[in-house]
Nanobody, 120 residues
Framework: VQLQAFGGGLVQAGGSLRISCQAS????????MGWFRQAPGKERDPVAN????????SYTDSVKGRFTISRDNAKDTVYLQMNSLKPEDTAVYYC??????????????WGQGTLVTVSS
C-alpha cells in the first residue's frame, strides 16, 4: 500500500507545475486526500485538501487562487496544479490519505515527497 508522488522539478517564478499522487495497493476513493509541503528547516504544513468525492476542497491562505487540487478516483490519482509559483513555494510536497471521507484529522498514510524548486 503506497502513495507515489511525482512531477516535481525546477520552475521559474511565475511558472506552473502539476504534481500527481498515484495510489496503489488499496482503494482510496472513500478517503479524503491532501497535499502538504515542507520547506528546509520548517515543519510540514497542509497545503490543500479534497474530500472523497472531489466536491469539497480547501486551501491554505498562501496558495488560494494559485493552486488547484483535484482527483480522479478511476485512476486512483490526486493532482495539485500550481500556477503563479513563487520562490517561497519551494518545498518537498507530500500527498496523504486521511482516515476520514471529508478531510482533516488523522492521516492514514503518507506518500513519499516530490521536490518543487522555484527559482527567482
Amino acid at each position: 500500500v503506497q502513495l507515489q508522488a511525482f512531477g516535481g522539478g525546477l520552475v521559474q517564478a511565475g511558472g506552473s507545475l502539476r504534481i500527481s499522487c498515484q495510489a496503489s495497493g488499496r482503494d482510496f476513493s472513500n478517503n479524503a486526500m491532501g497535499w502538504f509541503r515542507q520547506a528546509p528547516g520548517k515543519e510540514r504544513d497542509p497545503v490543500a485538501n479534497i474530500d472523497w468525492s472531489g466536491a469539497r476542497v480547501s486551501y491554505t491562505d498562501s496558495v488560494k487562487g494559485r493552486f488547484t487540487i483535484s482527483r480522479d478516483n478511476a485512476k486512483d490519482t490526486v493532482y495539485l496544479q500550481m500556477n503563479s509559483l513563487k520562490p517561497e513555494d519551494t518545498a518537498v510536497y507530500y500527498c496523504a490519505a486521511y482516515t476520514s471521507r471529508l478531510g482533516g484529522g488523522s492521516v492514514a498514510i503518507w506518500g513519499q515527497g516530490t521536490l518543487v524548486t522555484v527559482s527567482s
